[in-house]
């Protein structure tokens, strides 16, 4: 499956952002779905994964109740839902997709990735 991330940008901090992930070429629908992202001098971390029904879900603890994952099979889509942005939060977004069992937040464990997109929040 090949995935393209979007919707990355520059924001000050308070702003929201709502990233997209458009996914072609395989049933997206038999892929749980994870959110990575790779800070300036940083590993790539997880940030959210989504089962690929949509019902079970997972958050990194600096983002949780800010962020939002979801996922519109029906148009082989996927969301990241960005709100209290930080300048913490500055970071390249990647998502990935994985045929494993739901739960898997290290990046090895997915086996397409899209490129990702910035997001740069100011102070």
């Known amino acids: 499956v090949q995935l393209q991330a979007s919707g990355g940008g520059l924001v000050q901090a308070g702003d929201s952002l709502r990233l997209t992930c458009a996914a072609s070429g395989r049933t997206f629908s038999r892929y749980n779905i994870g959110w990575f992202r790779r800070a300036p001098g940083k590993e790539r971390d997880i940030v959210a994964t989504l089962s690929w029904s949509g019902g079970y879900t997972y958050y990194a603890d600096s983002v949780k109740g800010r962020f939002t994952i979801s996922r519109d099979n029906a148009r082989d889509t996927a969301f990241l839902q960005l709100n209290s942005l930080s300048p913490e939060d500055t970071a390249v977004y990647y998502c990935?997709?994985?045929?494993?069992?739901?739960?898997?937040?290290?990046?090895?464990?997915?086996?397409?990735w899209g490129l990702g997109t910035q997001v740069t929040v100011s102070s």
């Open positions: 990935a997709a994985t045929s494993k069992a739901f739960g898997s937040t290290i990046p090895s464990a997915y086996e397409y």
